[in-house]
């Protein structure tokens, strides 16, 4: 089967988008209780939310941060959202003093009945076989104005505390990284993952038809297997292409289990990662 023109893709993107905010304001607020405990800090406070008020607010500011940093398409409503938010949690951290949401994870159970949004993009039967709960992390953007290193903790904490409240194994994403088309930019992060030991592709996990690299940057990732014997040392030396959320994924243990997925959209490769969740501390 030929991967969608284009043309069909944003068509069939827009329709759906706006099927999905229909669904959302027409679907009841849930009453449920996260079992998440907020967080507290000096100036900002961390939880799960499924207040339909709060949730606008994070798809503006999803949309915001993604159409400005990323040139996603233009929304009708101004809004990120599609239909695995009305089956996600949402987890956010908002800021006291003006009480806006400034930075937020969608979190997606492996119950979910629309699935993961990762398999839009990956064929992940080699994955879901593993054994184990799995939580899928999507979405993450914190506000330009909040990037402090306060509210990404936050969030870090917020979500090791979920996972392990919900007895999850596996955390795993989609991790947005640009690299230069025109040069060797997809040849450099292949090199840049396996030094820094986050490269384990796992067999039976590979980009789907749809989202497969341009054949320039297919050319370049097979080129960096040409790499493999130089000295890994060499690259530390070499300004790093990883954004500081990805590399931070990976100094906590993340791996990439796939070749990247290209997202035409947001102009970027997708890297497959999966972490494990730490167990959780018992106190005496």
């Not at 398999?119 to 080699?126: A, H, P």
């Not at 306060?150 to 505390?161: E, F, I, N, T």
Request: glycine share 6%.
């Amino acid at each position: 089967m030929e991967a969608a023109h284009p043309v069909i893709r944003t068509v069939r993107e827009t329709f759906g988008q706006a099927r999905s905010m229909v669904q959302w304001i027409l679907s009841p607020q849930s009453e449920l209780e996260s079992e998440l405990q907020g967080i507290s800090g000096r100036y900002y406070e961390c939880r799960i939310t499924r207040d339909k008020a709060d949730l606008r607010k994070i798809f503006q500011l999803r949309y915001e941060v993604f159409r400005k940093e990323y040139s996603s398409p233009k929304s009708l409503f101004g809004l990120d959202i599609d239909h695995y938010d009305r089956f996600a949690d949402h987890l956010v951290v908002f800021h006291k003093e003006s009480g806006k949401p400034v930075g937020t994870y969608r979190l997606i159970p492996d119950e979910s009945p629309v699935g993961f949004y990762s398999e839009r993009e990956f064929e992940m039967s080699g994955f879901l076989a593993l054994p184990g709960r799995k939580l899928e992390l999507g979405r993450a953007c914190v506000h330009p104005d909040h990037r402090n290193g306060a509210v990404l903790r936050m969030l870090w904490r917020g979500l090791l505390d979920f996972a392990q409240e919900r007895e999850v194994d596996l955390l795993f994403g989609c991790s947005s990284v640009h690299v230069p088309e025109d040069e060797f930019g997809a040849a450099m992060l292949h090199r840049e993952l396996r030094s820094r030991g986050a490269w384990s592709p796992i067999p039976g996990v590979r980009p789907t038809r749809d989202f497969l690299m341009p054949e320039r940057m297919q050319a370049h990732w097979a080129l960096s297997e040409a790499w493999l014997n130089e000295d890994p040392v060499r690259h530390s030396e070499e300004r790093s292409l990883l954004p500081p959320l990805v590399a931070s994924y990976i100094r906590s243990g993340a791996r990439v289990i796939s070749a990247p997925a290209y997202d035409e959209d947001f102009h970027c490769l997708d890297l497959l990662t999966v972490f494990s969740v730490p167990a959780r501390e018992v106190r005496a």
